[in-house]
T-cell receptor, first 115, second 116 residues
Framework: AQKVTQAQTEISVVEKEDVTLDCVYE???????LFWYKQPPSGELVFLIR??????QNEISGRYSWNFQKSTSSFNFTITASQVVDSAVYFC????????????FGKGTRLSVIA | DTGVSQNPRHKITKRGQNVTFRCDPI?????LYWYRQTLGQGPEFLTY????????KSRLLSDRFSAERPKGSFSTLEIQRTEQGDSAMYLC??????????????FGNGTRLTVT
């Protein structure tokens, strides 16, 4: 069975601080995909990144970076120099590599960035 | 690309009533998904369509729930004899023609259902 755990329910930071959102996953598959989605107050989930299990290189996109460590089954997300617009609920998700089973989402981490 | 559109945004109904939600996916997307999200939880898969065919249904989808996607365009999700436990945000998502479950999903804003 696949499972995603986001242990941090809520995080509050002051603008311009760096913040890391943790994601730990469980799967019996040797190959799989990991995702992060952002859900702002408007409610629409927005895709941020997809990473396959073959590629453990860290990825950076602007102020966002992702650290995938297969050895610890973690796929953490860091926002550098946070901004108020980053306030949202962030979800980590997992799917099998073949794409034949639905995405499994974590419970999400609510990030509040205070000006 | 006008995005995934869901209507209504909010629905308040009394227990026992039937409700129907509509989802219009991105026009060139052939896969359409329904998810349910309760407070403090991540989205949970309900069902999905490839074109007009409903290919998978979750055990969460009781007999009171039915989804359709006539002609492979918009989709409707109907809940009969609503219960208070049905109160949730119902999310629709779509993915492109070549998509599978591991393709990035494009979500709508959701329909928030409150059963009183």
């Amino acid at each position: 069975a696949q499972k995603v755990t986001q242990a941090q329910t809520e995080i509050s930071v002051v603008e311009k601080e760096d913040v890391t959102l943790d994601c730990v996953y469980e799967t019996r598959d040797t190959t799989y995909y990991l995702f992060w989605y952002k859900q702002p107050p408007s409610g629409e989930l927005v895709f941020l990144i997809r990473r396959n299990s073959f590629d453990e290189q860290n990825e950076i996109s602007g102020r966002y970076s992702w650290n995938f460590q297969k050895s610890t089954s973690s796929f953490n997300f860091t926002i550098t120099a946070s901004q108020v617009v980053d306030s949202a609920v962030y979800f980590c998700a997992l799917s099998d590599y073949s794409g034949n089973t639905p995405l499994v989402f974590g419970k999400g981490t609510r990030l509040s960035v205070i000006a | 690309d006008t995005g995934v559109s869901q209507n209504p945004r909010h629905k308040i109904t009394k227990r026992g009533q039937n409700v129907t939600f509509r989802c219009d996916p991105i026009s060139e997307h052939n896969r359409l998904y329904w998810y349910r999200q309760t407070l403090g939880q991540g989205p949970e898969f309900l069902t999905y369509f490839q074109n007009e065919a409903q290919l998978e249904k979750s055990r969460l989808l009781s007999d009171r729930f039915s989804a359709e996607r006539p002609k492979g365009s918009f989709s409707t999700l109907e809940i009969q004899r609503t219960e208070q436990g049905d109160s949730a945000m119902y999310l629709c998502a779509s993915s492109p023609r070549t998509g599978s479950y591991n393709s990035p999903l494009h979500f709508g804003n959701g329909t928030r259902l409150t059963v009183t």
